[in-house]
């Protein structure tokens, strides 16, 4: 268990495509892409802050993006009920995929970015081929009640999480869904890298951690904001901190066993939400939204490593 | 020379003729002679002089001859109105000429002609004898005198009028100054026209104003003087008859004769020439009549307008004619020569004396100038009155909010708002029921009393007419919605079957009874439907019905995933929030449910699909469907090709009766229809059948029993009913356990015709099965009323009360997890899974999934059948793991599940996870669970167990 070192501000990245609406980094956490109310996705370099590529094709706000393993493509999920799948060089749409019937919330890749998945308002959980040109949904899952906020998945399991305060894991092999019922709205959801836990951020201002296999609580973290605002949440490359937004401008690192607040990381002082966070795949480095601007934290030292 | 002297020569000497020259021919022939025209051609002559020589060479006209007249337009050459035709038109030239039908030349107009030239023109020769003959007199000829006195052709009056210094064109009367001339024609134009629009008597009192507006410019000369406009002065004719102003009664005279007015002419036939003649005034000459409309071959047409009139008839050899005359003649007596009297007597009427009412005041109607001009005040009130329903309405929104409320029997809230409510009040009553309060409320309505604050009804004056109107609607109301009334009141409004009130009441039990089970519903119409209801038409009402109460229930059933009520939502918020932060704490809740992933999807993640992807597609049949469209739920109705069964099929199974087949007694006991069970297609299950080995006891007693009489097989109906009451109820509680032991029976009861395997023996297989939709429903009645076969003594009891008790188990059940997923299964998914095509019909879910808890060897021998059959097994395997992890299934919808069978599921999760291959090959990062709270180490440790169990 490594020491936890605070996180500090490596760079401020104002993205000129309204509010953010979502920050993630690519498979291998060099790259990261924002989301724009603009209808816009951009492409940035998060730590130069160069602007790469910026896509557009989207009609209405973008709500999600994920890049492919290969860090070729992205599909990018918006509140024009459409997913679109880019290619990262051309900055061109290769497809087009319509079935949602409300804006779609979150899109994810499965583990070598043949499938793609996306959840929405309208309850609905779909995969989609990326491989063949087929345009409709290899198939749609409906048990949820209310909006999908996130779609994860691994090796064999789909995990959705919805507003109806369940998460919902569709596995695959076994050909079972597991319906895990937190009473509580959840608006994120994050695997840990081990994927035995899952963490959810939920409406009711508390991170939960949850245990995949049995489906039990294992904690709570407590002491961010979050309001009625969607917070995103995510755990660290390590496994062992636990990171959210909060209303309140503030991002909160908790401790994943101790579950106390290991950092309080002021992002801004005058207000706006931290809603949306990514952390990187390998490193000890985040991301997170605010308003128009998206911010890069990370722990000194591995930076300089990196950069030596 | 003598001789020529004595001669006298007149006249020019021939010349003399030359020898040499040679004598002329001989002088043509008259008979040889040619008449040619002047175009060198050849024409008749004589008697052919006078006829249209039909043109070339007695074509017309042209090379074409005759050719009809094509009609042609274009753009640029648009067609010109044909021309008024004139008979030149139809003429040929030498019509024209000399010696045609109507020759041309100049020659001097009618005023300047002389007379006998004029006269010749116009064929008439009426003077002519008077005219003195020529050389007839002293002087040869013509006579100076003639040549003198030229015939005036001018009228009488008009020379008067000439001499009078009036020229033609100008009016008659004193001269007048430009502003008085201006004033006359505008009042002679103004009168003209009203005379022309509305006849003499609409003439209004002339208005001055527009002469003296003019007066300013012209007051300068008035030296100068004009004749005055020459204008028809208005004639006003006397009123001869009664009838109302300016109506004249329908016209006696035949439509075609012109002139209408001319009663002398009244009966006559069509006038052909009158109106030649008219027409010859104006110039314009038009050849019409009866020549021309008539062909040589068609006989003449009657006027076919003309009124029949016994005066035609009136053949009265006495002629009428001399007698006229002679009064004419004692008339003219009084009448200087040249006149004659005015025969219509007109001028002699007295015109009537119309009493006008006092305050009569004359006034058209019609004056006002311009539809924007104020109207007449009168008119205008009338108007008014006549149309103030419009304005006003019909009086509904005429009340302001106090009259409404009273008239609705609402409270009046103006005097102390914050006075609590009375208790009295009938709508706050909490204790009453809705119904209650809602007829207190229609009460107090149609009382159309006020109920004030102390609960009084108050009577006014107004609410006793609103009163009577009120109950007046209301029993009209009544009438109308008197069908929907008791809907309101117990199941809601949806009224499908209103038609049949029969139907109607047999669905609203169907509904009030929420059954889901297929054979339930079945059983349950069965006890309602008249014996006479056909078998199809019992089989479509259970669709419908079906079909009715899931349409009925359009956010419980069709879009209960969709929307959340926000009551609800509110409900729970708030219910949450008066929790304290202790209560809240999260309880996670698990719940599993089978799930099939695409097979697409499966070779994307690279997984072999779960079950060999034989699994059943969970339930959610419909909702995999990628696009949602109201049709979509209208389709699945009655007739979708899916479960649409032709009616051919049935009568010619049911042709076919099988007697031999034995019938459990809880069944009816007809068993022709039995055997003939459309519902039930030779499936794919039968294989597995023919396999089926009696093994357990029960299973040899039936096979026993097989061919015995059914008075003789009450053992095994006893043992059969007697032994497995607790287990079969542990085993799968959400099934029916009497379903289960009826299709139990039925599957042994119908082992024999199944042991031989033949396309027969399906039939027969199929046979044994419970009667289920149709047929349930004919045979039950019958069976309630008549049990043909009469049942052993003891046996009737036994059978008759296990059945009840497990019904109603059943029942309650249902009621406990009404929200199961089971319960709200679809009909279709009741039916099963998709067939194959060449499988129209449907096949049966109830049974097999009974059938399937026959036997946990059965169940084995179904698991490894299984995997390697297709479609129909999918749906065996489903039903088989329902009934292994019953728990787990039943309950994966809803939360609230039945939490009777705690061991049985655990039974069936490891037997899940025994499914399982090992997931994660990879080895997991140990998970930091030694410092994680214990609870979770714990979990850890399971893991890990289980971890190494499947390695």
Redesign the interface.
């Known amino acids: ?1 490594p020491e936890f070192e605070n996180f500090n501000l490596k760079t401020t990245i104002d993205c000129k495509q309204g509010a953010v609406r979502a920050v993630r980094y690519n498979v291998d956490g060099s790259y990261c892409l924002s989301c724009g109310s603009d209808k816009k996705i951009k492409l940035w370099n998060p730590v130069s802050g160069i602007l790469l590529k910026t896509y557009g094709g989207h009609a209405d706000e973008v709500t999600d993006a994920a890049g492919s393993c290969d860090s070729s493509y992205i599909v990018s999920a918006s509140l024009d009920k459409s997913i679109i799948y880019w290619d990262v060089s051309t900055g061109a749409p290769v497809r087009r995929l319509r ?1 949602h ?1 409300g804006g779609v919330r979150c899109v994810c890749f ?1 583990e ?1 970015s ?2 793609a998945i996306s959840g929405g308002r309208d ?1 609905a959980v779909m ?1 989609w ?1 990326i ?1 063949t040109r087929r345009l ?8 949820a ?2 909006c999908i906020t996130t779609v994860a998945t691994n ?2 399991r789909i995990y959705a999480a919805s507003l109806d305060g369940c998460v919902r894991t ?15 709205p959840i608006t994120y959801l994050a695997q840990t ?5 899952l963490v959810a951020g939920c409406q ?1 201002s508390v991170v ?1 951690l ?2 995949c ?8 973290y407590k002491g961010h904001c979050g309001d009625d605002y969607h917070i995103e949440c995510g755990i660290l490359a390590n ?2 901190h636990i990171v959210t937004g909060s209303s309140n401008g503030d991002a909160f690192v908790y401790d ?2 101790e579950t106390k607040v290991l950092q309080r990381i002021r992002i801004s002082d005058n207000g706006g939400v931290v809603h949306s966070l990514a952390t990187h795949p390998k490193r000890q480095e985040m991301l997170f939204a605010r308003r128009r601007d998206m911010y890069v934290f990370s722990t000194d030292l591995e930076i300089e490593e990196e950069q030596l | 020379m003598d001789e020529e002297e004595h001669l006298h020569r007149f006249g020019t000497p021939l010349q003399p003729l030359e020898k040499d020259v040679v004598p002329a021919k001989k002088p043509v022939g008259i008979e040889d002679q040619i008449v040619k025209d002047e175009n060198g051609k050849r024409r008749f002559h004589g008697a052919f002089t006078g006829g249209f020589s039909a043109g070339f060479w007695n074509t017309v006209g042209s090379l074409e001859g005759w050719t009809p007249q094509t009609f042609k337009s274009s753009r640029a050459e648009k067609a010109t109105p044909r021309a008024q035709l004139k008979p030149e038109d139809f003429m040929d030239n030498e019509d024209l000429g000399e010696f045609g039908i109507a020759p041309q030349g100049i020659r001097t107009r009618d005023e300047f002609a002389k007379e006998d030239e004029q006269e010749q023109r116009s064929g008439q020769r009426r003077r002519k004898l008077m005219q003195p003959e020529l050389g007839v007199g002293p002087i040869p000829g013509v006579p100076v005198l003639e040549q003198l006195l030229r015939p005036v052709r001018d009228k009488v009056a008009v020379r008067i009028l000439k001499s009078m210094g009036w020229k033609p064109g100008q009016g008659v009367g004193p001269r007048q100054t430009r502003k008085e001339k201006r004033q006359a024609t505008a009042r002679n134009t103004r009168e003209q026209y009203l005379l022309d629009h509305y006849g003499a008597e609409g003439l209004p009192e002339q208005t001055e104003s527009n002469g003296e507006d003019s007066n300013s410019e012209e007051e300068d000369d008035e030296d100068i003087t004009f004749a005055p406009d020459d204008f028809e002065p208005i004639f006003y004719t006397p009123k001869e008859n009664r009838f109302g102003m300016s109506y004249s009664g329908l016209s006696r005279d035949p439509i075609l004769s012109k002139s209408s007015s001319s009663s002398a002419k009244a009966m006559q036939h069509i006038n052909l020439f009158g109106q030649l003649e008219e027409q010859a005034k104006n110039k314009q000459l038009s050849i019409r009549g009866q020549a021309f409309g008539v062909g040589a071959f068609e006989e003449e047409d009657e006027d076919i307008y003309a009124r029949d009139d016994m005066t035609r008839y009136d053949f009265s050899l006495a002629d009428k004619k001399p007698k006229q005359k002679k009064q004419q003649h004692v008339q003219q007596r009084h009448v200087i020569d040249g006149f004659s009297e005015d025969k219509s007597g007109a001028a002699l009427q007295k015109p009537y004396a119309i009493d006008l009412p006092r305050d009569f005041q004359a006034r058209n109607w019609l004056q006002r100038k311009s539809r924007f001009a104020p109207m007449d005040k009168e008119r205008a009130k009338k108007l008014e009155t006549a149309t103030e329903y419009k304005r006003s309405g019909l009086g509904r929104h005429d009340f302001n909010p106090d009259q409404r409320a009273q008239l609705l029997g609402e409270e009046k809230k103006e005097e102390k708002p914050n006075e609590e409510q009375p208790k009295r009040n009938p709508f706050k009553d909490r204790g009453k029921s809705l119904l209650d309060r809602i007829n207190a409320r229609t009460e107090g309505f149609t009382k159309g009393g006020i109920i004030t604050e102390s609960g009084e009804e108050k009577q006014t004056e107004l609410t006793k007419e609103v009163k009577e109107s009120n109950a007046a609607i209301q029993e009209k109301a009544a009438l109308k919605t008197k069908d929907l009334a008791p809907a309101t009141s117990s199941s809601g409004a949806f009224k499908p079957f209103l038609a049949d009130e029969a139907k109607q009441l047999r669905y609203e039990k169907y509904v009030a009874s929420k059954l889901t089970d297929d054979t339930e519903i079945t059983e349950l119409l069965a006890s309602m439907q008249p014996v006479t209801l056909s078998l199809w038409d019992r089989e479509m009402e259970k669709k419908e019905f079906i079909q009715a109460a899931k349409i009925y229930r359009p956010l419980d059933g069709l879009m209960n995933d969709r929307f959340i009520s926000e009551g609800n939502v509110q409900a729970e918020k708030v219910k949450e929030q008066q929790k304290t932060p202790e209560e809240r704490k999260i309880v996670m809740e698990r719940i599993k449910t089978m799930w099939k992933p695409a097979s697409l999807l499966c070779k994307r993640y690279n997984i072999a699909e779960p079950f060999g992807g034989a699994m059943l597609e969970p339930e959610k049949e419909l909702k995999t469907k990628p696009k949602i469209s109201v049709f979509d739920y209208l389709e699945t109705s009655i007739n979708t090709k899916a479960n649409f069964q032709t009616p051919s099929i049935i009568p010619k199974h049911i042709e076919k009766p099988k007697p031999k087949v034995v019938e459990p007694p809880a069944l009816p006991p007809a068993p022709p229809p039995v055997t003939n069970d459309p519902e039930k297609p030779p499936s794919k299950e039968e294989p597995f059948k023919f396999t089926f080995v009696p093994k357990t006891p029960l299973e040899q007693a039936v096979d026993e029993s097989r061919d015995k009489p059914i008075s003789e097989k009450v053992d095994l109906f006893k043992c059969i009913f007697d032994d497995s009451d607790e287990e079969e109820t542990v085993d799968q509680p959400p099934e029916d356990p009497a379903q289960d032991k009826l299709a139990a029976l039925q599957v042994a009861l119908g082992l024999p015709s199944m042991s031989t395997a033949s396309a027969a023996a399906h039939n027969v297989l199929r046979n044994t099965s419970p009667p289920r939709g149709i047929f349930a429903a004919l045979f039950k009645p019958k069976e309630e009323q008549a049990p043909k076969e009469p049942p052993p003594p003891k046996f009737a009891p036994i059978e008759g009360n296990k059945l009840k008790i497990a019904y109603k188990s059943r029942e309650e059940r249902l009621r406990n997890d009404k929200e199961l997923a089971m319960a709200e299964v679809p009909p279709e998914d009741i039916y099963g899974p998709k067939l194959p095509e060449a499988f129209p019909q449907k096949p049966v879910a109830p049974e097999d999934r009974t059938e399937a808890s026959i036997d946990a060897k059965l169940q084995q021998l179904w698991h490894e059948h299984a995997p390697k059959k297709r479609k129909v097994e999918k749906w065996v395997e489903k039903k088989s793991i329902s009934s292994s992890e019953d728990s787990d299934d039943s309950s994966s919808a809803d939360s609230s599940s039945s939490d009777s069978s705690g061991g049985k599921a655990k039974r069936s999760s490891k037997l899940k996870k025994s499914h399982k291959s090992s997931s994660s090959k990879k080895s997991k990062k140990s998970k930091l669970k030694s410092k994680k709270k214990s609870k979770k180490a714990e979990k850890s440790k399971h893991k890990s167990k289980k971890k190494k169990s499947k390695h």
């Open positions: 268990m079935g019937a499965n070598d043949s499938v309850n995969c081929d491989r409709d949904p290899v198939q749609v899952m409906k048990e009640r209310d090796e064999n569709y596995d695959i092999r076994v050909g079972e869904l597991t319906c895990d019922k937190v009473g509580e890298r081990d994927e035995q836990c009711d939960r949850l245990d296999e049995t489906g039990g609580l294992l904690s709570e496994d062992a994943l066993l």
